[in-house]
Each structure stands twice: as C-alpha cells, then as structure tokens.
C-alpha cells in the first residue's frame, strides 16, 4: 500500500501545474483555491479514523487504471482535493454497465475556515461528479443553513454506487448511480447536533427547503425530491444525467 501511495503523490506532484488549467476550463469562481488551505492528495488519517475505516475501499490497491485516461483522473482529483474534497482514488469500480470512471472513495469536505462537512457514509461516484458535489455544498449550502443560524457538519442519508435500473424497476434504464453519477440526500446535520429533515412534521422550514431546491437545480442536472414520485419520498436525489439540449429536470415540492 505504502508504494502505492508514493506512486499516487509522485503522479499528482507531476500534474499539479495541469490543475489551474483545469479550473480555468471550468469556468469557476476560485477564490477558496488561491488559500493556502491546499491540502496534500491524502488527508492524514487518525489512528481512529484507521480503524474505522477498516471495511471501506480505501484499502483497494490502487491499479494504474485510476491515474489514466483521456481526461487525466489525475487532474480532476487534483481539482477535487484542492475544492476541498476528502476521498481517496480508488480502482475500478463496478462492471459493465456499472463501471464508475474516475472513482473516487468519497466521504467528507473540507470547508473554508478548516471544518469539515462529513458524509454518514462514504460513497464512490464519479472523480467529476464528486467536483460537482463539492462546489454545491461549499459554495451554497452554508448561506442556505444560515438561515437557521446553523453550521453545516453532515450530510444525512448518503447514498451513491447502486448498480440498478432506474428506481430499482426491472427492465429500465440503467440508474446514474450505477455509474457513480448521483448522490442522494436525507438530511443536513448542523454543527449543533441539529438535523435539517427534507420532510415531514418536523422538516426544515418551507423557505429554507426552497433555497435548497433552487441551488440544487442551478447545479444538476436531475432534481428528485419528495413530490415528484413515490421512489423520492423522503430523500433528494442527484444526478448530472446529460440529455438532449442539456434538458434538466427540477422536481421537489417542498410543502
Ligand atoms: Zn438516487
């Protein structure tokens, strides 16, 4: 594992001057990238952390299909942890219809001032769907969460890799999330310990929800949240599903 690290910092050390490149062709605000905040590829990982991590992939032997291609993995991940993101490269995820390009181990972002959003689980997605996510919840969600004078501190309910059809019905289109191209969300946990539900008789004040659906929109592709069908119910999904004409879709009626 330990050559394996040293071989995934030499290629990123290697591509760094690719980074700026790559940001500019994204066409992002930045600002939170010029801070000395840069962190190393690999977040140091407490002795605690270590062992919990015991099950997750982060253990995976990285293979060299995770540093190439034609897009450079090694600069999107070189984007991600410089936004912020606290993940680890890992191999080839899935199969087939279910193979995750760029995958990345996906389970915390670090936030302007040092804190740390942290997932209730770590996902594996996509290394550019992960930029997307990350930008989302750095840039939008603390203005949104201030609304109830809170801190962001978690995401609920994190879902991510699920090789399935769409809505786990047989015979349909294959989902994004088998692709590593979709998250979906439960809740928002503040740094107070309390949780921002989506719905119910104790969900998130109406305007709070409504600023979410607005920025979740802006940002992907595909919106799914309680009222728009039975599958979404009680959780939001998110995709970056490229359709025709770049067609989104916006469905949540928070109520
Ligand atoms: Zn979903």
Excluded at 192 to 215: F, M, Y
Aim: charged share 25%; proline share 8%.
């Amino acid at each position: 594992m330990h050559r394996l690290v040293v071989r995934m910092i030499a290629a990123l050390l290697a591509l760094h001057g690719t980074v700026a490149d790559a940001q500019s062709r994204r066409g992002r605000s930045n600002n939170e990238v010029a801070s000395p905040r840069i962190m190393t590829p690999f977040p140091p990982r407490r002795p605690a952390e270590l062992k919990a991590s015991k099950a997750e992939p982060a253990e995976t032997p990285l293979t060299s299909t995770a540093l190439e291609g034609p897009i450079g993995p090694p600069a999107c991940f070189g984007v991600f942890f410089e936004r912020g993101g606290i993940a680890l490269p890992v191999a080839a995820d899935g199969d087939g219809a279910c193979t995750i390009k760029d995958p990345v181990t996906f389970r915390a972002i670090s936030m302007p001032g040092g804190a740390r959003v942290e997932f209730d689980s770590a996902v594996t997605v996509t290394c550019s769907f992960a930029v997307e996510v990350v930008d989302w919840v750095r840039d939008d969600l603390p203005g949104i969460v201030s609304r109830e004078n809170g801190t962001l501190s978690r995401l609920i309910g994190v879902g991510g890799h699920a090789c399935r059809p769409r809505n786990g019905v047989p015979g349909a289109q294959i989902s994004e999330h088998a692709t590593g191209n979709a998250l979906d969300l439960g809740a928002l946990g503040l740094a107070d310990g309390r949780t921002l539900n989506l719905v119910g008789s104790d969900a998130a004040p109406r305007p709070l929800r409504e600023a979410l659906k607005s920025s979740a929109c802006e940002r992907f592709k595909t919106v799914l949240g309680p009222g728009s069908d039975a599958s979404h119910k009680d959780h939001l999904h998110l995709d970056m599903r490229q359709r025709p004409r770049d067609y989104k879709i916006c469905q949540w009626q928070p109520d």
